[in-house]
């Protein structure tokens, strides 16, 4: 199976039971470098896809929680090197992983490359915030080659003829943004979400998961059904960052 | 050139062909390999929305008349250009200045700052966020929108609001609110990452104005065209007045968008050198200057593909230069072409250079120019020792004012006091 079909797998498994898919977001070497492989285990025995955060000095689709938690990986000279190759020396999880980076970093590391490194070190996908459909080719291509995705994201304010073209475009799975803004706020999920989110759902061939403000049992349960995946973030990062149990929480997360 | 980019004589030529018959930006909006438009998708439709509503309305005659009756009777254009013969004297070519000192809130600035607020309000913007550096793009936006009834806000690094107080106050006084941003490096790049915030939060009711020829397209176009109203004019006037066109033309570059109005029109003219001046800052090391077109290479920031200052991993560098204008880690995608093409030389200028030439031009003309100007003052310094006789023009982005902080600090701080006298009869 190649790593993108792992990714729509996973993420279609967990929906089949009823539940929406957990995609779990974490940032690398966030709050401790040296915990990173423990933090991300504890982290996929409560997830279903596990999302890893690769540090960026100018991270300007974020929040405050996911801005502390880059500058703090960055201090601890966390790269995406050293993402890689602590990936390709660990006993890695079941659930698929999924890196979300700026476009520079892997613009600097080289897409060739990068594709390689990243399926060898067991990477399903890419999610890139600052890379819009329109200027995805190179990237696209270079990865498909490795059979990795590139998810590609949606909003509320995608109109309905650019929404087919890039949910057709989108591997491993579509990530809707709730809510124009940055990562963090938490958003009720009113009836004009779902909607929009159903919209989502029809255009797209590959799952759906939602993001961006969900941070509730609550909110979890009211998208089950809608879509087949919930991304958690910066709820996530400030579990880690109290030094409390992710496994705990995430599994509370499905008690809705 | 730089090393990491290398681009040959045949491609040279065709870049400068390209750009000198108007087929930048493409229809991908890039200047060559520059440009482009990585922005987070949320705000995809708000650039459509602004690239269709600006090829709409800035070649209409309507919006050309109101720019214009603004530009003339609020702004104070043309604005003049100077003859500088002491300096002239002083340094062995012929100085000639474009004053965007003179144009109203002090710097070029203004061009762009009424051209977009303009825009905005035939938008149908409800308000307007800016980032600003020195503080001068932010006065200018506040004076646009004080003129023009729209809410502003300004996102300002908490370094720059000391380092520019008087600017904040400006802008306070006009209107504006100013939120220092104490994220990132708190310079002009941590202020455009947080204007960026705000507006992915309201895509549709909110105008971004940004302030300088960078970010994703079509700002780096909007831009130009707002600014190259210095370069057309300051040609014109230099031919009515020297009966040819000067030797030379100089202006300092951070983002680049004094420079891009000043150039713009010079391109095609091949037989007139045209050079950049960036912040040379304190050296050639690493986070220890801000000229990425001498030291960048290509990679993505604020939504563009240019030259950038950057480690191995795509980290982007903090910058450093004594002027708050300049202290930007990446520059505007025309320039990153007009270095590929070969037309333009890049060149930097340390703080310590930019101050002495700041010193010189106050003593010798009475024009206290801008700490980023200073820089452009001592490029033309450094060609007019190797080029006697011939001529220079400069752009004169804007005035000193705002960086009285700074000077207080830095060429008017007291000398150390003389070791006290010794004791007469005191053993020694």
Redo the contacts between chains.
């Keep these: 199976m190649k790593p993108h079909d792992r990714l729509s797998a996973a993420i279609r498994t967990a929906a089949a039971r009823g539940e929406p898919a957990l995609v779990a977001f974490m940032t690398a070497g966030f709050p401790s470098a040296p915990k990173f492989r423990e933090h991300l285990l504890a982290v996929a025995a409560g997830a279903d896809v596990v999302e890893i955060g690769v540090?960026?000095?100018?991270?300007?689709?974020d929040?405050?929680t996911i801005?502390r938690s880059i500058q703090g990986a960055?201090k601890q000279g966390v790269?995406?090197?050293w993402i890689l190759a602590e990936l390709g020396a660990m006993q890695r999880p079941a659930a698929p992983l999924v890196l979300m980076s700026?476009?520079?970093?892997?613009?600097?590391?080289g897409y060739e490359k990068l594709a390689a490194d990243a399926a060898a070190a067991g990477v399903c996908g890419f999610i890139v915030?600052?890379?819009?459909?329109?200027?995805g080719d190179d990237l696209r291509t270079a990865l498909q080659k490795a059979g990795v995705a590139l998810v590609?994201?949606?909003?509320p304010?995608?109109?309905p003829a650019?929404l087919a073209q890039?949910c057709a475009a989108s591997e491993g799975f579509v990530y809707a943004?709730t809510m124009?803004?940055?990562t963090g706020k938490s958003v009720e999920v009113p009836d004009s979400v779902l909607e929009y989110l159903a919209r989502v759902r029809a255009a797209s061939p590959v799952p759906v998961c939602a993001g961006f403000g969900i941070r509730s049992a609550a909110q979890v349960a009211r998208l089950r059904g809608t879509v087949e995946g919930v991304v958690v973030g910066s709820a996530l990062v400030e579990v880690l960052e109290r030094g409390e149990d992710p496994t705990a929480w995430l599994k509370g997360l499905r008690q809705g | 050139m730089n090393a990491n980019v290398k681009f040959t004589p045949a491609e040279q030529h065709r870049l400068l062909d390209a750009e000198v018959s108007g087929q930048f930006p493409d229809a991908r909006g890039r200047f060559g390999p520059y440009g482009g438009r990585y922005v987070p998708e949320t705000l995809i439709p708000a650039l459509e929305r602004l690239e269709a509503g600006m090829r709409e309305h800035l070649p209409r005659e309507d919006f050309q008349r109101e720019l214009s009756e603004q530009l003339d009777s609020w702004v104070g254009r043309p604005t003049a250009l100077s003859h500088a013969p002491r300096l002239s004297a002083a340094w062995g070519a012929d100085i000639w200045f474009k004053r965007e000192d003179l144009a109203h809130t002090g710097a070029h600035k203004i061009n762009n700052a009424l051209g977009q607020a303009l825009l905005a309000q035939r938008l149908g913007a409800k308000r307007i966020v800016a980032e600003t550096g020195a503080g001068q793009h932010g006065v200018a936006s506040a004076a646009a929108c004080a003129r023009l009834g729209l809410p502003c806000t300004v996102y300002m690094g908490a370094i720059d609001m000391e380092r520019q107080a008087p600017n904040v106050g400006r802008m306070r006084l006009m209107g504006a609110e100013v939120v220092p941003v104490t994220g990132g490096d708190q310079t002009l790049r941590a202020a455009i990452d947080e204007a960026l915030r705000d507006w992915v939060s309201d895509p549709d009711g909110t105008f971004y104005l940004l302030g300088s020829a960078v970010g994703p397209h079509p700002y780096p176009y909007l831009v130009r065209e707002l600014q190259a109203i210095i370069g057309r004019e300051a040609r014109a006037q230099y031919l009515k007045r020297q009966g040819r066109l000067p030797d030379a033309v100089f202006a300092c570059v951070g983002g680049g968008s004094n420079a891009i109005g000043m150039f713009h029109a010079f391109v095609p003219d091949r037989e007139v050198a045209i050079i950049g001046i960036e912040a040379g800052g304190r050296g050639s090391g690493l986070g220890q200057n801000a000229a990425s077109l001498s030291y960048g290479w290509p990679g993505v920031l604020q939504g563009c593909y240019s030259l950038l200052l950057q480690d191995e991993n795509g980290q982007i560098y903090e910058t450093d230069s004594i002027s708050a204008g300049l202290d930007y880690p990446g520059v505007g995608p025309e320039h990153a072409l007009l270095l590929a093409a070969g037309r333009v030389q890049y060149e930097s200028a340390t703080d310590d250079e930019a101050l002495a030439a700041l010193q010189e031009c106050a003593r010798l003309e009475g024009i206290l120019p801008a700490l980023e100007t200073a820089h452009a003052l001592h490029g033309a310094k450094r060609w007019a020792a190797r080029n006697p006789g011939k001529q220079a023009l400069l752009c004169m982005s804007g005035r000193g004012d705002k960086d009285m902080p700074t000077l207080q600090r830095t060429l008017l701080a007291p000398l150390p006091a003389p070791p006290p006298a010794p004791t007469p009869g005191a053993a020694s």
Excluded at chain 1, 102 to 109: A, F, G, I, S, T
Excluded at chain 1, 152 to 155: L, P
Aim: hydrophobic fraction near 40%; avoid cysteine; aromatic fraction near 10%.
């Design positions: 540090p960026f000095t100018d991270p300007m689709a929040g405050m801005q960055l790269s995406l090197r700026y476009l520079n970093p892997l613009l600097q590391y915030p600052d890379l819009p459909f329109d200027e590609q994201m949606v909003t304010v995608t109109t650019r890039v943004v124009t803004g940055t």
